[in-house]
């Protein structure tokens, strides 16, 4: 008989469910994700730092887990919450089931659990903190625990899962016959430095197949040491948690801007953003999902994106300096910007997506022209 356990959650609603996984406790913000699939680039996404993720999608594990879809030397989500847990697991690359993978990274999820339910109370109360637990604790002494936690906003993440040092990205995209791509040969390439947020491996492939040396770098690295670099251009990665107290990367941009072609996605277009001047503000429950729709209000194309933020940035206070040039049809947010004189860009969303559609990849190729001038 499968152990019992309990989602509780801060305003003291429980919900009943059963343990797979790792058999600990698991604290963190409780958001809910729409993709149908890609489970195991959302577990391991560095921008799922300190979340319990509950999927909304009614059967998850049917493809187990691999040794190719990661985007993060580990899973950094906090636990994992979902209607039906598949024990059997088809697929060509499968090497463990997804009971398998949680219970050796000691990530603990929770399976036959009212998802619809719990999704419906994030979106009518806002995303909130959350605790796995067994089914005997008492959930009012489990609320008590979660006040002590920080919560996401004004909490530094970045500074726990950046790179520890620089290295140099040469993988490419994944191909049926052959594998990763690698090209480690790119001496006459443009150059680009990442700042290291959290980033994607999916980005940094996607950067390498748009022909582009990469030096990753750690988030705490000053503008003089990426200019002595002398790069092309700079990256600014995706990444978890409220970009404000990520105080020491917002100021090494500002240092930059009209210095080097800029280019962020997700917490690096919040990072540009407030660099630039404007203000961040926290979304009531967050876009977390590979269906989002986003419009070029350039083009008026409507594109399929895969989201994974729970701060959007307020533009209205620096449109002498930016044009909006994206927002998400759902609720309007700002999506995208672009400098009116300098050659800087950035997205709310992912391009790269993993999981999710290709409809952006196409912003690769625009950093790249831009750099290329």
């Known amino acids: 008989m499968a152990d019992k356990a309990q989602l509780v959650l801060e305003d003291g609603r429980v919900f009943a469910g059963e343990r797979f996984g790792a058999r600990v406790e698991a604290l963190g913000e409780v958001v809910f994700n729409t993709s ?42 906090a ?41 419906k109370h994030l979106r009518e109360k806002g995303s909130m903190a959350g ?14 625990k979660m006040k002590s936690h920080p919560p996401m906003l004004g909490r530094d993440l970045v500074k726990d899962i950046t790179c520890e040092s620089p290295y140099p990205w040469t993988q490419g995209t994944w191909r049926l016959d052959s594998g990763y791509a690698n090209y480690s040969d790119r001496k006459n390439a443009h150059k680009i430095v990442c700042l ?41 990665s995706n ?34 953003g407030l660099a630039l001047g404007a203000k961040s503000y926290k ?6 999902g590979a269906n989002q729709p986003v419009k070029d209000m350039a083009t008026g194309r409507v594109e399929i994106t895969s989201q994974n933020h729970n701060f959007a940035i307020d533009l209205s206070s620096i449109e002498n300096l930016v044009r909006p040039t994206h927002y998400n049809l759902n609720d309007d947010t700002n999506e995208g910007m672009a400098h009116r004189e300098l050659p800087i860009f950035s997205v709310q969303y992912h391009p790269e997506a993993s999981p999710g559609p290709h409809d952006s990849a196409y912003l690769f190729e625009r950093f790249k022209d831009l750099i290329s001038g």
Not at 198 to 225: D, M, S, W
Not at 283 to 288: D, E, Q, T, V
């Open 36 to 77: 149908m699939s890609g489970y195991q680039e959302i577990l391991t996404d560095p921008s799922y730092a300190g979340q319990i993720v509950c999927m909304t999608y009614p059967l998850i594990g049917n493809t187990g887990a691999n040794d190719e879809d990661t985007e993060g030397r580990r899973i950094f989500s």
């Open 79 to 119: 636990g994992f919450i979902i209607r039906s847990l598949s024990l059997i697991p088809s697929s060509w690359r499968v090497k463990m089931t997804l009971e398998q993978y949680l219970e050796e990274a000691g990530i603990p999820g929770i399976c036959e659990l009212d998802t619809r339910a719990l999704t």
């Open 131 to 144: 605790m796995i637990a067994d089914a005997g604790d008492d959930p009012s002494a489990l609320v008590e």
């Open 196 to 236: 290291d947020f959290g980033v994607k491996r999916n980005i940094l492939r996607l950067l390498a197949e748009a022909g582009f040396a990469i030096t990753v770098v750690p988030a705490k690295t000053t503008a003089e040491e990426i200019l002595a670099m002398n790069p092309d251009g700079v990256f600014l």
């Open 239 to 272: 990444g978890p948690g409220d970009p404000e107290p990520v105080a020491y990367a917002v100021e090494t941009v500002k240092k930059l801007i009209g210095k080097k072609p800029i280019f962020g996605i997700c917490l690096g277009h919040q990072i540009l």
């Open 283 to 288: 979304l009531k429950f967050g876009h977390h």
